[in-house]
């Protein structure tokens, strides 16, 4: 690692666990920030996975070569600041020129207290990450040496046993009826005079989640990451949503055992994404695994019988596919990359997850009927309780 040094103001490090060190520049808050390092292969949608409350606990590195260029925006924002510790970049632009521009990165990092390093080769460290997995890493624009993050960053635990949706999950519940307010989203909206009354429970839910369900035709009733089968039935949903999130799976031991008791309830309709795919699965028997470097970007390919899919992707752990119990569950989709589990439904339940994001936000909506798909189940309930 070499003599310690103090860094100037200006100048960043980012230390890896494996010893790693790349010098660069500083923007954003001047501080430390350590996380699991990760990389995101998106090429728009910055600030969106910045504020996704799945990114929490992690540095990401994004392959695009220019983060700023764009700005920044109330409207974009998956949740009132950023979840990111920390963002690595290989340059950013001095200038925001986009027509909805609100305000520039840098400043809008600094207010959120979001450590930033630019100037570093983060095609090296991509391919350096893919060759040898997801590590944890420290940003450091404080002047603390490199011996002393390299220190830190060894005694800082990994993912694997970390429950991060009880950090980023609401404390209290909230009602949700809004859309997305952009005049160019041309995304189809079904706003019925009875919405259907769904219950989303938040592991770290993004907003863009809330806006298609409601498009979709749903009202609903976000409540924390914490509720019981008593407290989400109390509601009386005709379907239950179970939302993306951070962390490890397996440690969220408070939704699977939710996902558990909804999946006794007859005929009840519940719908997965990211996290929430994951929890039915282990509520189900299923394992988990961690991902080597995880799935982060805009264009992963997934795939049913005759059917494919570009899709946005936010995970590090996937689901064993022969843990699963084979009589009661299909798997659906594959992502074609790696044959890893990417949906599945049950057999004869209305129930059914998805491991990639539908609602996109950034990404391509190839994957929206997703959400038209769990509100054709509760349409068919209610047609039968009806009769």
Same mark, same amino acid.
Request: hydrophobic share 40%; with cysteine.
């Given at each position: 690692?070499?003599?310690?040094?103090?860094?100037?103001?200006?100048?960043?490090?980012?230390?890896?666990?494996?010893?790693?060190?790349?010098?660069?520049?500083?923007?954003?808050?001047?501080?430390?920030?350590? #996380?699991?390092?990760?990389?995101?292969?998106?090429?728009?949608?910055?600030?969106?996975?910045?504020t996704d409350p799945?990114?929490?606990? &992690?540095?990401?590195?994004?392959?695009?070569?220019?983060?700023?260029?764009?700005?920044?925006?109330?409207?974009?924002?998956?949740?009132?600041?950023?979840?990111?510790?920390?963002?690595?970049?290989?340059?950013?632009?001095?200038?925001?020129?986009?027509?909805?521009?609100?305000?520039?990165?840098? #400043?809008?990092?600094?207010?959120?207290?979001?450590?930033?390093?630019? #100037?570093?080769?983060?095609?090296?460290?991509?391919?350096?990450?893919?060759?040898?997995?997801?590590?944890?890493?420290?940003?450091?624009?404080?002047?603390?040496?490199?011996?002393?993050?390299?220190? &830190?960053?060894?005694?800082?635990?990994?993912? &694997?046993?970390?429950?991060?949706?009880?950090?980023?999950?609401?404390?209290?519940?909230?009602?949700?009826?809004?859309?997305?307010?952009?005049?160019?989203?041309?995304?189809?909206?079904?706003?019925?005079?009875?919405?259907?009354?769904?219950?989303?429970?938040?592991?770290g839910i993004k907003?863009?989640?809330?806006?298609?369900?409601?498009?979709?035709?749903?009202?609903?009733?976000?409540?924390?990451?914490?509720?019981?089968?008593?407290?989400?039935?109390?509601?009386?949903?005709?379907?239950?949503?179970?939302?993306?999130?951070?962390?490890?799976?397996?440690?969220?031991?408070?939704?699977?055992?939710?996902?558990?008791?909804?999946?006794?309830?007859?005929?009840?309709?519940?719908?997965?994404?990211?996290? #929430?795919?994951?929890?039915?699965?282990?509520?189900?028997?299923g394992r988990r695994?961690?991902?080597?470097?995880?799935?982060?970007?805009?264009?992963?390919?997934?795939?049913?019988?005759?059917?494919?899919?570009?899709?946005?992707?936010?995970?590090?752990?996937?689901?064993?596919?022969?843990?699963?119990?084979?009589?009661?569950?299909?798997?659906?989709?594959?992502?074609?990359?790696?044959?890893?589990?990417?949906?599945?439904?049950?057999?004869?339940?209305?129930?059914?997850?998805?491991?990639?994001?539908?609602?996109?936000?950034?990404?391509?909506?190839?994957?929206?009927?997703?959400?038209?798909?769990?509100?054709?189940?509760?349409?068919?309930?209610?047609?039968?309780?009806?009769?």
């Open positions: 690692m070499g003599d310690a040094v103090t860094a100037p103001s200006s100048a960043a490090l980012l230390v890896l666990a494996d010893g790693t060190l790349l010098r660069g520049e500083a923007f954003g808050a001047v501080g430390t920030a350590i #996380g699991e390092v990760v990389f995101n292969t998106g090429m728009t949608g910055y600030q969106e996975v910045m799945s990114y929490s606990g &992690q540095l990401v590195t994004f392959t695009y070569p220019e983060l700023g260029n764009t700005g920044i925006n109330a409207s974009d924002q998956e949740a009132d600041h950023p979840h990111v510790r920390g963002v690595i970049a290989r340059q950013t632009s001095p200038v925001a020129s986009n027509w909805r521009s609100e305000g520039d990165l840098d #400043g809008w990092l600094r207010s959120h207290g979001v450590v930033g390093i630019r #100037g570093v080769d983060t095609r090296a460290l991509v391919r350096h990450l893919r060759e040898g997995g997801a590590i944890n890493g420290a940003i450091s624009s404080d002047g603390t040496s490199p011996e002393a993050l390299l220190d &830190q960053v060894r005694a800082a635990p990994a993912m &694997q046993g970390l429950d991060l949706a009880s950090v980023v999950t609401t404390s209290e519940p909230y009602q949700w009826d809004a859309t997305c307010s952009a005049d160019f989203d041309v995304r189809p909206q079904s706003l019925p005079d009875r919405p259907y009354r769904v219950v989303a429970v938040d592991y907003r863009a989640i809330l806006e298609r369900l409601v498009a979709h035709g749903c009202s609903v009733t976000v409540l924390p990451a914490s509720a019981s089968l008593e407290q989400v039935l109390s509601h009386q949903p005709e379907g239950v949503f179970l939302s993306n999130g951070p962390g490890d799976p397996a440690a969220v031991t408070s939704g699977i055992a939710l996902a558990r008791d909804l999946l006794v309830q007859p005929d009840l309709p519940v719908f997965g994404i990211c996290l #929430g795919h994951q929890i039915l699965a282990l509520a189900l028997g695994f961690k991902l080597g470097y995880g799935h982060r970007g805009l264009n992963h390919p997934c795939g049913s019988p005759g059917q494919v899919e570009i899709t946005s992707q936010n995970h590090g752990f996937a689901i064993e596919a022969d843990s699963l119990p084979a009589d009661r569950v299909a798997i659906t989709h594959h992502n074609l990359n790696d044959g890893t589990v990417a949906a599945l439904a049950l057999r004869d339940q209305p129930v059914f997850g998805v491991q990639y994001h539908p609602e996109a936000s950034p990404g391509p909506h190839d994957a929206d009927h997703h959400f038209a798909r769990f509100v054709a189940l509760m349409a068919e309930r209610r047609a039968r309780d009806a009769r």
